[in-house]
């Protein structure tokens, strides 16, 4: 298994580009999320599924998109890149999220800078 | 309100010594708590959590938590530190609000000296 996929590693874009982050995860775990990490702060959810065709918002959604049409896969949608989402970025996952004590299996991440 | 707070940003100690890795936590609810460790540009693989199975819980690579609710405090130890300790470690709370839902802690850098 190759575990929790993150696709680019890098990427440097000017302000209001667009661009797609992506995930993959081929554990079959129903819940899959997205994470900033900035200096300081730890990491904070953006956006989050429960199963294929359903997300909700996290703690910062705001500037971001989410869709969840198949198990394995969450991309992360920028529509108008802003410096404040300078960041690195982490998809997670999980076989469910029913109770509180479940692992969530985190990618490598996506070094993000928005110029 | 869920929080999380690590009292150390950074601690360093020498090869061989203990760790200490402090965090307390706030929460409404009955949490679960974890300790993540990020090494320099890798994710974040758990090294610990708990359950309210027990209150020390050991996790890998020698490391141990206890959880103690008087003091709502989830302090993560070693003995003897290695030099492949050196990492970034998080402090998370985890709780059920609709789904599960983590609260990280700031971060506490670990850097061991030889």
């Known amino acids: 298994n190759a575990g929790v996929t993150q696709t680019p590693k890098f990427q440097v874009l000017k302000t209001g580009q667009s661009m797609t982050l992506q995930c993959a995860q081929d554990m079959n775990h129903e819940y899959m999320s997205w994470y900033r990490q900035d200096p300081g702060m730890g990491l904070r959810l953006i956006h989050y599924s429960v199963g294929a065709g359903i997300t909700d918002q996290g703690e910062v959604p705001n500037g971001y998109n989410v869709s969840r049409s198949t198990t394995e896969d969450f991309p992360l949608r920028l529509l108008s890149a802003a410096p404040s989402q300078t960041s690195v970025y982490f998809c997670?996952?999980?076989?469910?999220?029913?109770?509180?004590?479940?692992?969530?299996?985190f990618g490598p991440g996506t070094r993000l800078t928005v110029l | 309100a869920q929080s999380v707070t690590q009292l150390d940003s950074h601690v360093s100690v020498s090869e061989g010594t203990p760790v200490l890795l402090r965090c307390n936590y706030s929460?409404?609810?009955?949490?679960?708590l974890f300790w993540y460790v990020q090494h320099p540009n890798k994710g974040l693989q758990l090294l610990l959590k708990y359950t309210s199975a027990a209150t020390l819980v050991k996790g890998i690579n020698g490391f141990e938590a206890e959880f103690k609710k008087s003091e709502t405090s989830f302090h993560l130890t070693k003995p003897s530190a290695h030099m492949s300790d050196a990492a970034e470690y998080f402090c998370?709370?985890?709780?059920?609000?609709?789904?599960?839902?983590?609260?990280f802690g700031q971060g506490t850098r670990l850097t061991i000296n030889p």
């Open positions: 998370v709370v985890s709780i059920i609000q609709g789904a599960q839902k983590l609260v």
């Open positions: 997670a996952s999980s076989p469910d999220t029913s109770t509180s004590y479940n692992e969530q299996f």
């Open positions: 929460s409404s609810y009955s949490p679960s």
